[in-house]
């Protein structure tokens, strides 16, 4: 049962990489379209954040709607609504207008996947070994994304981004296709009734709701350091003296083994979390990776080797503790509300990760050209910084977590 259950993950994951090469591939060409179209960063930042929205209007409905229709459905639309809305974006968009509107699509077809993806995982695995199963399920997104990066930013500089863009889409309609055989002979669980409902079982209970604060402040850094680690690389690098060219399919090299790194970080820290408990493992990786953001932002004034070692670390511990939070929420919530939850988790989750790229873009438009000492650029230090206020709220919320009764089980790892 262990092995097979072992090898279902593994193709789970493989069709995530698949499906993953749409999530941020936008960001590997935000400098070529940021100049291409005119745009200042707050404007570069809304693309990204549009499709955050869109990720959060089909994430929440769908999720929700898991406790109710086969995830087989779900899982393998989205994808293909997914690959449709990438695709219109090579074809037709043009402008900021038309590029929020396609990449928008992208988003509402993204959010079909992944937690459905993980509550499939929920559903397979118990409790003692579902942080390490549910680590290895993100870490495949991780690194799903950061190839997104690394073959965008590697087809852009040989074909163009169009063909870059196509050659996404074409590749997560193939993720589609592989997951047939993971829905082979699959029921969805039983759905169970609570007496406390849907407003007990998740409005009203604070140990979940603390889970998913924390979630959201993770969220606001993560993915305000995401959307923006290749931009803050290519102009890292045009200081330093490279072509711009260059500069750019370099930076997102650079961004995605940064980003990819922490493939191997969620397994661990979904492993670690098994054994030390949730909210230990959560607050101990969030602040280390704050420390990164105050500080991560300045090393542009350093060079190039600094910086290239203090990212990886940034890298990752940024995304370490995604998988920990999953995993209590499932732990925290009557499995017949879980899609519910989940739901509200996307909600609140990403509604954070929406708005701080763009918050990010607008600190970087607002220090821009400002030295707080003669040769000291200041405009990605205060802007990383802005991110790194989620890294510092989140070890509060689980602090406020562990005060309730529901913490004992999750400080035990399940064990």
């Known amino acids: 049962m262990i092995r097979s259950n072992n090898r279902w993950l593994m193709l789970l994951c493989c069709c995530q990489l698949f ?5 941020i591939n936008y960001s590997a060409v935000l400098p070529i ?3 291409e179209w005119g745009m200042n960063n707050t404007r570069a930042g809304m693309i990204f954040s549009v499709y955050q929205l869109g990720y959060i209007t089909s994430g929440v409905l769908l999720s929700i709607l898991t406790d109710r229709i086969n995830t087989k459905h779900i899982f393998i639309t989205a994808a293909f609504c997914s690959a449709a809305g990438n695709l219109l974006f090579a074809l037709y968009a043009h402008d900021f207008y038309s590029g929020m509107l396609f990449r928008a699509l992208t988003g509402i077809g993204m959010g079909g996947t992944y937690m459905p993806g993980l509550k499939l995982v929920a559903e397979r695995f118990a409790p003692a070994r579902r942080g390490k199963a549910i680590g290895i399920y993100v870490g495949s997104l991780v690194l799903g994304g950061s190839l997104s990066l690394a073959i965008t930013g590697w087809l852009t500089g ?3 981004w169009r063909i ?3 050659a996404c889409s074409v590749s997560v309609c193939i993720g589609a296709v592989l997951s047939f055989p993971l829905f082979t002979g699959y ?10 409902g849907y407003s007990g079982e998740v409005i009203k209970n604070r140990p979940a709701l603390l889970m998913i604060f924390g979630y959201a402040a993770h969220m606001w850094e993560m993915y305000g350091m995401r959307s923006w680690l290749a931009p803050f690389f290519s102009s890292a690098l045009i ?3 490279f072509e711009t060219a260059r500069a750019t399919g370099l930076a997102s090299s650079i961004a995605a083994v940064m980003i990819g790194i922490g493939a191997f970080s969620t397994a661990i820290t979904g492993t670690l979390s098994d054994r030390f408990g949730r909210t230990a493992t959560i607050s101990a990786v969030m602040f280390s990776s704050a420390a990164l953001s ?3 932002g300045w090393l542009i004034n350093t060079n190039l080797p600094l910086t290239l070692a203090i990212g990886l670390i940034y890298g990752y511990l940024v995304v370490a503790e995604s998988p920990v939070f999953s995993t209590g929420l499932t732990e925290l919530v009557a499995p017949g509300y879980l899609g519910a939850a989940m739901g509200l988790q996307s909600l609140i989750g990403y509604s954070m990760g929406m708005i701080s790229p763009t918050v990010f873009g607008w600190a970087l438009d607002t220090f821009r050209d400002w030295h707080p000492l003669p040769g000291i650029h200041a405009e990605w230090g205060i802007a990383f910084a802005c991110i790194g206020i989620g890294g510092l709220s989140g070890p509060f919320f689980m602090w406020l977590l562990r005060r309730t009764p529901e913490s004992i089980k999750m400080a035990r790892g399940n064990r």
């Open 239 to 241: 200081g330093w003296g």
């Open 294 to 296: 105050f500080s991560f």
């Open 158 to 160: 040989m074909y163009g």
């Open 164 to 166: 870059a863009f196509i």
């Open 33 to 35: 379209l940021r100049i």
């Open 19 to 23: 499906i993953m090469l749409v999530f």
């Open 187 to 196: 029921r969805p669980a039983p759905r169970s009734s609570s007496e406390a």
